[in-house]
């Protein structure tokens, strides 16, 4: 499975940017995917997951309210449309599938998310 996250961008403070994962391979459909985050010199926070059937959501604290992961199993795609953006959410964002109830099997290469004041 090869993971393409997208839709990383500059934003002001308070505005909206909606992140999507396309995934290639129809067993992605199957796992459980996921968001996470990280600034470069910090170790990489998880941010929300979700289960395959799109159930059993679970967010980081520091996003709730805020944030909401969704996935389209017929278009292979995870989302994370994130609201209210701080200047705290900049960051790299990257998207990952096939959970162990460890760790993440399959990674996407990140995109870029901004937030000016």
């Known amino acids: 499975v090869q993971l393409q996250a997208s839709g990383g961008g500059l934003v002001q403070a308070g505005g909206s940017l909606r992140l999507s994962c396309a995934a290639s391979?129809?067993?992605?459909?199957?796992?459980?995917a996921a968001w996470f985050r990280q600034v470069p010199g910090k170790e990489r926070d998880f941010v929300a997951r979700?289960?395959?059937?799109?159930?059993?959501?679970v967010y980081a604290d520091f996003v709730k309210g805020r944030f909401t992961i969704s996935r389209d199993n017929a278009k292979n795609t995870l989302y994370l449309q994130m609201n209210s953006l701080k200047r705290e959410d900049t960051a790299v964002y990257y998207c990952?599938?096939?959970?162990?109830?460890?760790?993440?099997?399959?990674w996407g290469q990140g995109t870029q998310v901004t937030v000016s004041s």
């Open positions: 990952a599938a096939q959970y162990d109830g460890n760790t993440f099997g399959y």
């Open positions: 391979g129809r067993a992605f459909r199957s796992y459980t």
């Open positions: 979700i289960r395959s059937d799109g159930n059993n959501i």
